[in-house]
């Protein structure tokens, strides 16, 4: 991503590199369900993050692998269903109703950190996501479910014990339609006759991959659909077939000729109990993968579903009143939306869905993001706007961005702005940057659109007009859900100036408060601050002479290809004797930047202080910035 993509929402760049600093923990959000099932038999279930196998009372099955993100523990949602057994009834995609018994029933949402129990609600340390068509959710949701849970951190072990649930009743059947013996995608242009006795359990933002699943979980079905326009060759074909399969034995590839044409098999077994087949065919400048899983004894018991696997062709005949149409492309669109924000949202199905906090959207190299913050006492549309342009306007240099545009327009039947801002890193590749800034009482809304332009598959006019025109937000709604949001860029003052010191080290130095820091403790060897553009380290080594440091430095630095030494001077640094090593990059280009270091020796110690910034930051803001902060650099004592 372009750094003077992120210029105009500076807090994009921040999250990106504070995710680097990030600590990992597992989470201590507590939840307790508010009843207790019926059922006293209780279940052992056992995980581990990064391990794709869980045991549930000592007997292994594959699943997806936990992980943690932003210190919240994720865990694939067939725990719950298949390891605790609740029975699963997804609606829209979105909402997940778990019943465990006749007297516990948990309700969650992606998106929405909110959950019911038995009708009360609750908070979820996060938002389920579905990450490549799994449905992930907190590991703080099994608590919900009457389970107690024990996380170990120094092996990474999620243990969960809790009472198994009720045997599921319910048809598990797809929400079926009189008269309907098949079902397929128009827009995908697939089909295949009606999975009898199996149930619908996910479908992804676009359609591209849906699954269903039995109640008794014995059977499992999914379509995979990928673009692939350059021809593949049957070993090509195979060998990303490969792909899919996950820590499963191969028992036999072969490829098969139908009517629909030749498909590429492969037969698997996990170690689970459950034997799998895949196909794939190339068609329609797509890719297709079916999955059928099915809990045997032998690879044999899976000729009886043959039929099913057969009937699938890469087709879709919408005069066939038989065939039911599942996909979620409607007149060209796909319909997102958010009940939290009230939000409504219509985008081409190239477009997918973030996986975030917050909302967002990505195509290719373009992106949708959309925020709500609280509007402070006192503040307005027009101040909100002219300090976004005024930040913008002091860290990108003149030379490398056009003029900003900003335009009245209505938003939701609000008056708003539309700020347009171009900019470049190298002379050669522009980005615009368009954001839709709207006041509705309590609060601030900030839609944001950023591309690469010239993107040929990008229609740009067509999306501002669906963000200007068709996005919906239900601003009661909002004022409903959300409480105080504070917007973190209210408080940022770009003039204003911290104090940092290293005890350890001696010497203090003064830098923006704006600028981020890589962790909290100025004692470490190594100090990164960032700005906008702008680097600027602290490196410190003990027991070391400075007799031929700079030498090695420079071949360091130079060794990388990219810089070459453009001076060598002796300098002054607080008060000490420094080497000054300037470089520039070795090919003159207008992506060019400048990166300085100065290295000295104090009490048998060295330290190396260093900048460096992009050209197309070098405004007379940033490279003040620098300067002060070079200059504010001093010993202690």
């Known amino acids: ?101 006749a007297s516990l029933k948990v309700v969650m949402a992606t998106g929405s950190k909110t959950a019911y129990v038995n009708g009360v609600q609750k908070t979820l340390p996060a938002a389920p996501v579905a990450v490549k068509g799994v449905m992930m959710v907190p590991l703080r949701a099994a608590e919900l479910l009457g389970a107690k849970i024990t996380f170990t951190a120094s092996t990474k072990e999620i243990a969960i014990k809790g ?13 079926t339609d009189a008269g309907k013996s098949k079902i397929g995608d128009s827009y995908f242009k697939w089909s295949m006759n009606y999975p009898t006795g199996l149930a619908q359990n996910y479908q992804s933002g676009t359609g591209d991959f849906i699954s269903f699943q039995d109640v008794k979980k014995n059977y499992y079905l999914s379509i995979s659909v990928e673009e692939a326009k350059d021809p593949l060759t049957a070993k090509e074909q195979r060998d990303y077939l490969e792909g899919y399969v996950d820590d499963e034995t191969v028992l036999n590839v072969k490829e098969i000729a139908l009517p629909s044409g030749k498909f590429q098999t492969m037969v698997t077994k996990s170690s689970d109990g459950f034997y799998y087949e895949y196909r794939a065919i190339q068609a329609n400048d797509r890719f297709y993968v079916l999955m059928f899983g099915k809990s045997a004894k032998a690879a044999s018991e899976l000729t009886a579903n043959k039929p099913l696997l057969d009937s699938f062709a890469p087709q879709f ?160 709604k909002v004022e409903k859900t959300f409480g105080q949001v504070p917007d973190s860029e209210d408080d940022i003052d ?101 990166f300085v270091l100065y290295v000295m020796e104090k009490n048998d110690t060295i330290y190396v202080v260093q900048t460096v910034i992009s050209d197309s930051n070098a405004t007379t803001f940033n490279l003040k910035q620098i300067d002060d902060a070079l200059k504010s650099f001093k010993f202690n004592g």
């Open 317 to 476: 005949d919408a005069k066939n009143a038989a065939l039911k149409d599942l996909s979620k492309v409607k007149d060209g669109v796909v319909t997102y939306k958010d009940a939290d924000y009230g939000l409504t949202i219509q985008l081409p199905p190239e477009w997918e869905e973030g996986y975030e906090d917050g909302i967002s959207y990505y195509n290719g190299d373009a992106s949708i993001t959309f925020d709500i913050t609280s509007l402070k006492a006192g503040d307005t549309l027009e101040a909100w706007v002219e300090r976004q342009k005024a930040a913008a306007d002091e860290v990108i240099a003149d030379a490398y961005k056009e003029p900003m545009v900003a335009t009245d327009i209505v938003w939701n039947g609000l008056p708003a702005k539309l700020v347009k801002l171009a900019f470049t890193d190298d002379g050669t590749t522009w980005y615009e940057s368009y954001r839709i800034f709207a006041v509705k009482g309590s609060y601030k809304y900030d839609t944001q659109l950023d591309f690469e332009r010239g993107a040929t598959e990008l229609d740009a006019a067509d999306i501002l007009s669906k963000l200007q025109n068709n996005m919906k937000v239900d601003f009661a």
């Open 1 to 101: 991503m372009s750094n003077s993509r992120i210029m105009f929402h500076p807090k994009m760049l921040l999250s990106f590199l504070l995710v680097l600093a990030l600590a990992i923990s597992s989470g201590t959000a507590a939840f307790a369900a508010t009843s207790a099932a019926a059922t006293t038999t209780q279940v052992v279930i056992k995980l581990k993050l990064g391990s794709g196998q869980m045991t549930v009372d000592g007997v292994a099955s594959t699943v997806q692998p936990p992980f943690q993100q932003k210190g919240v523990t994720f865990i694939p949602l067939s725990v719950l269903t298949k390891g605790i057994g609740v029975q699963l009834q997804l609606t829209d995609n979105k909402k997940m109703t778990l019943t465990h018994s």
């Open 163 to 175: 009472p198994r649930a009720a045997a599921a009743g319910g048809k598990g059947t797809i929400d």
């Open 494 to 594: 770009q003039h204003k100036t911290v104090v940092k010191t290293s005890k350890k080290y001696g010497y203090s130095i003064t830098v923006p408060e704006d600028w981020t820091v890589s962790g909290i403790d100025m004692d470490r060897d190594s100090v990164i601050f960032t700005g906008v553009g702008v680097g600027f380290t602290v490196a410190v080594e003990k027991g070391t002479s400075l007799e031929g440091y700079p030498e090695m430095l420079e071949k360091s630095v130079t060794g990388t290809g990219f810089w070459k030494l453009d001076s060598r001077t002796n300098e002054t640094l607080a008060g000490e004797s420094a080497v000054k090593l300037a470089f520039v990059p070795n090919v003159t280009t207008k992506a060019g930047g400048k």
